[in-house]
């Protein structure tokens, strides 16, 4: 199982009147919150993050690791292909769906509006935030819910 996974307005909940706290390894503070709601995903799924993030390039997969282990999030990070073409994020999204042909199932986290746009059966596993709260509860039962139903229907 994978979870597709931005990080401002999902993580760090984007707010124009308080400014982002950057935490010692220079990148920002997860909301607790999210932390605990992503968490929550990851146990009882044992999925895997794949980074969409604008952020992704910054880090390698082990790098990036130890930013979410230091934010409290233990998980197995991989990421996007670099987007060099200057996709949207639903653009970046289509082309992966189709690249990778994936057969696992999978959720998508992001407050991305474009992403409102994906084709029908990749929309129906798709949940977007509103970037100025971050992942709530109720988003990440919805995200357990779509993993483990997909799951049923190939066993
Ligand atoms: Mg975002």
Request: net charge positive; with cysteine.
């Given at each position: 199982m994978l979870i597709l996974l931005d990080i401002d307005g999902v993580m760090?909940?984007?707010t124009s009147w308080k400014p982002t706290e950057i935490l010692s390894d220079g990148f920002a503070s997860f909301s607790p919150r999210a932390v605990n709601n992503l968490?929550?995903?990851?146990?009882?799924?044992?999925?895997?993050?794949l980074l969409t993030t604008s952020h992704k390039s910054r880090y390698n997969n082990s790098e990036w690791e130890q930013i979410?282990?230091?934010?409290g999030i233990i998980a197995s990070i991989?990421?996007?292909?670099?987007n060099n073409d200057n996709l949207n994020r639903r653009e970046e999204i289509v082309r992966w769906y189709i690249m990778t042909n994936i057969s696992?199932?999978?959720?998508?986290?992001d407050d991305d509006k474009s992403l409102n746009g994906l084709p029908e059966y990749i929309k129906n596993k798709t949940i977007v935030t509103s970037?100025?709260?971050?992942?709530?509860l109720e988003e990440a039962e919805t995200a357990i819910n779509i993993l483990r139903k997909d799951e049923l229907v190939k066993a």
């Open positions: 760090v909940p984007t968490q929550s995903i990851i146990c009882n799924t044992g999925a895997k993050l979410f282990k230091t934010r991989h990421k996007l292909e670099d696992e199932s999978f959720v998508i986290l970037g100025t709260v971050g992942l709530t």
